[in-house]
């Protein structure tokens, strides 16, 4: 992970988190914080780039994590012969630690995760056309289930 001055251009500090960063990092509080393909999800000090906490996983594929409140969201993917297998982590932001993790197996928890809404539910409508149900957070607890947003649902999914 590289910091680089907008203006100058100039590298400011380097940190070396193992393998390959797939999906843009979140930022929140200070701390930049990712998953990548070394199994583990981390935080690192935006000024310094210093590694604040470090979190072993059994998965190799993460996506861009949401920061609600003090709590760090994060889908992972474990790769498996035959398939794949999907986590959903809530980590607590200050020290890493696991607070939940919920396992599943669905092709729809690709999108499960898309900052900053905390959950997008696919349905494909009667006649054929993806819609998507965008649910927000209301607090650390609780989701907002009066006002869902949904995608127009437009295109057809199937012939």
Not at 39 to 66: M, N
Request: charged letters at 25%; aromatic letters at 12%; proline letters at 4%.
């Amino acid at each position: 992970m590289y910091a680089i001055h907008a203006e100058k251009g100039v590298l400011i500090w380097q940190t070396d988190v193992g393998k390959r960063i797939r999906e843009s990092p979140a930022v929140a509080n200070g701390t930049i914080f990712l998953g990548n393909k070394d199994k583990h999800i981390y935080a690192l000090d935006i000024a310094s780039g210093r590694v604040k906490w470090r979190q072993a996983t059994d998965c190799e594929y993460f996506s861009s994590p949401t920061v609600y409140f003090d709590k760090v969201l994060i889908k992972g993917r474990k790769v498996k012969w035959g398939g794949s297998e999907h986590r959903l982590y809530a980590l607590d932001a200050v020290n890493g630690s696991i607070l939940w993790k919920y396992e599943g197996a669905y092709a729809w928890w690709d999108n499960l995760l898309s900052p900053p809404a905390v959950l997008t539910l696919p349905e494909v409508t009667p006649d054929n056309k993806l819609k998507a149900y965008v649910l927000y957070p209301l607090s650390e607890t609780s989701i907002d289930l009066i006002n869902i947003y949904t995608s127009k649902s437009e295109g057809k999914i199937l012939d």
